[in-house]
C-alpha cells in the first residue's frame, strides 16, 4: 500500500514537472545589433515584435502550443510576411525560469514577473460612441491586446483576409483605478514613442473598461472582454 502511494505520488510530481515545463507565460527579450525584441505570451496566444529606439519594424503571433522543446505559433498576423498567416510555424526552443534558447543560438532573457489584475488576452467588445456604448460583435476582424508582466501590446487584424491594421505596445501599470502606458512602438507614427498615457480603468463583472483620452486626444470609452 505504501510503495503504491508513494508511486503516485512520484508520478503526481512527475506530471507537475512536465507541466510547468510545458507552460509559456511572461515577457523574454532580446537583441539584435540595435534591435530590440520583445516576445509576450499569455492565455495560450504570443506575440512578438521588433522595433528599435522610435521605430517600429515588424510583429507577428497567434495561438500557441510549447511541449518543452519546440514552441508551434498558428500565425494569424504578420506584417512582415502576410502569406504566412494561417500556417504554423515551428520553432525549435529550450525554455526555462531565466529566459529561452533557440536552435539557432539566440538566447531570450525572461524579463521580471509584474503581475497585474490585467493580464491576460483580452478582445475589444464595446465601444462608446456619442452617449451609447455600442457592442462589437465578434467576427475575423478583431482587436486583441496582451497583457502580461508589466507589458502591453495591442494589434488590429484580420486573421481570414491576413489582414494587418496596426499595432501598438509598451509597458503598463494598472494600480487604484488608473491604467498607465508607456509607449515603446506604435506602427502608425513613430513620433508617439515615449509618450505616457493614463485612463481609468475597472474590472466589471469580468469585462475591463477602458476611458480617458487617446494618443491623438480624443476621448474613448471602450469595453475589453477576456479572450480564449
Not at 502576410?82 to 543560438?105: C, F, N, R
Amino acid at each position: 500500500m505504501k510503495k503504491a502511494l508513494s508511486t503516485i505520488v512520484l508520478l503526481g510530481a512527475m506530471l507537475l514537472v512536465f507541466a510547468q515545463q510545458n507552460k509559456l507565460s511572461g515577457v523574454y527579450s532580446t537583441t539584435k545589433g540595435d534591435e530590440k525584441i520583445v516576445w509576450l505570451f499569455v492565455d495560450g496566444y504570443c506575440s512578438q515584435t521588433h522595433y528599435k529606439q522610435q521605430q517600429y519594424i515588424s510583429t507577428f503571433g497567434g495561438p500557441f502550443t510549447f511541449n518543452g522543446k519546440s514552441l508551434n505559433v498558428k500565425v494569424e498576423y504578420n506584417d512582415a510576411d502576410a502569406e504566412s498567416v494561417g500556417q504554423t510555424l515551428t520553432i525549435p526552443i529550450h525554455a526555462d525560469a531565466t529566459g529561452m534558447k533557440g536552435k539557432d543560438g539566440t538566447s531570450w532573457i525572461k524579463e521580471p514577473s509584474k503581475k497585474q489584475d490585467l493580464d491576460g488576452l483580452w478582445r475589444i467588445t464595446g465601444r462608446k460612441q456619442g452617449d451609447k456604448m455600442t457592442e462589437i460583435q465578434r467576427g475575423d476582424r478583431k482587436t486583441i491586446k496582451l497583457l502580461v508582466d508589466g507589458y502591453f501590446q495591442w494589434i488590429a487584424i484580420n486573421p481570414a483576409e491576413k489582414g494587418f491594421y496596426g499595432t501598438g505596445g509598451g509597458q503598463y501599470t494598472f494600480n487604484g483605478g488608473q491604467y498607465t502606458e508607456h509607449i515603446l512602438f506604435f506602427s502608425r507614427d513613430n513620433a508617439r514613442v515615449s509618450a505616457q498615457l493614463s485612463f481609468e480603468g475597472a474590472l466589471k463583472d469580468g469585462a475591463w473598461h477602458h476611458s480617458g483620452l487617446s494618443s491623438k486626444g480624443d476621448p474613448i470609452h471602450e469595453i475589453w472582454s477576456r479572450d480564449k
